[in-house]
């Protein structure tokens, strides 16, 4: 009897720190990571463009959108060259899965020009897209297409190509409102001067479908200036629908011909396009403005951003009151523009559910940095924060970066970058990071039936598709409220007390027990 009590008794106070063990276990496994993470809290970046050794593929100009279901999707331009020394140019698409990035799909025929496109997602579960290209004998034409987000990945789901321009395009840009209007703005030189050997410059033009893609308004000039060439189009429609277009002024990827002067103007609308607010023309410093863009917080207040080709400094100006009244435009601190080489470039942002605005551009933390970063900065109000790297390499030159935001506070960035120089021909990829804002997280809906592609397109409509894992679940960490880690700790917490409590209780029996015998 007696070596029994004193089994129990060790039996007993074991239980205390077996119990005490597992609950340590269990915390050390909500706080694994499972995916690296910078010291700048993004995630190590990775490729997401593929090349085999067997052919060569530049990969540029990416896009990013996600959908009401936190599906995140990817586009960007792909280029082959040819034995015969042409190009072949194709549009690539991915989409992040439980098991990562999927393999990039071509999903437009090939076309001899080099494609730029727009992203967007609608309220019915579908990816739009917008593409410019020379297919079907068209040159420099941009099309309007859309596809289930279960099945964008197929070429095949993609529906009818519906042309938007009506002269020659070169860069768009796509967004849909909370009422499912689709918004577009693109470049065109639809305005012939009917002068022969006049050099023709593009204008910005916006047009809307409030009919999911099937009829579309008429083409409404923006910028309208004959003189001058327009380039760099932005589109931003923030939380209360009123819709934000920049551009610059003074030069165009079409035409070729850059003006003594330059600058870039501002233009909104509060009621879903149909009148528009009198361009705010940005001429500092010196008339040199270039690569302007816009974020918004739909509660009246505006950034704008933009850089100068004389030197490397970053300028923003701030509006309280949807652009009435505008700050004085001083420079972003801590931060400067790569050097001024190429035209292609661009800033970009987008809002949080605390109404931070986050910018990600190409700069240097040095005038004097021979290699340029990804940086990512946010505006809250008040001032910017320090500049957060999310990726620099050696030989590398980044550009064109994107960012979006998911569920309030999960953000979303791709970028290309050249090898070897920033005018390099050389190897291109296509980069993606991601990290969490500090704000809250916002649930997303639940995943609908899909309407039916409209009539406009000659597609099959496509089954419902199966919900498939949203990206709280695919296997990253999610910063949300429902994610494994949280669980795990909240499982922990839950199991301590009762824990302790049992093991307490025996072991003080089993000694009492002990003690009286």
Known sequence: MKRSN????????????????????LAAMSNTPRESLQSSGWTIPQIISTSTISETVYSWFPDLAVDEFSSVHAIWSSTRPLPNSGLQEQESYSRLTRSGWSKPNDIVPPSPDIFRNAIASDLNGHVLMLFRGSINNKPLTLYYTQANVEEAWSAQAWTHNYQINRGSAYLSDIAVDSHGVIHVIYDDTYHFSGQENQVVYADIYYRKSTDGGMTWSSPINLSNSPETGSARSYLEVDSSDTI???WDEGWDRLSGVEADSLYSAYTNSKDEGESWSAPKNISYPNDTPVQLSVGANGKGSVMLVWRSKLDQRIYYQWSSDNGVIW?????????????WSIP???YHMATDSNGNIHLILVGQLQKNNPIPGVYHLVWNGKWWSNPEKIFQQDNLYPEYPKIVISEGNQIHAVWFTREGSMWTQSNRQVWYSRSQA???????????????????FTQTPHPSPTPRPTISSIGIDTPSSTKETDYLKILAFALSPVVLLIGAVVTIKLWARSRGR
């Open 327 to 339: 700050s004085v435009p001083p420079t972003i601190p801590n931060i400067f523009a790569r050097p």
């Open 6 to 25: 004193l089994t129990k008794g060790r039996l007993g106070l074991c239980v205390l720190p077996i119990g005490c063990f597992i609950i340590l276990t």
């Open 438 to 456: 500090d704000a809250p997280h916002v649930a997303f809906s639940p995943r609908p039936t899909p309407t039916t592609p409209s009539a406009l």
């Open 244 to 246: 934000h277009v920049t």
């Open 344 to 346: 292609f470039d661009m």
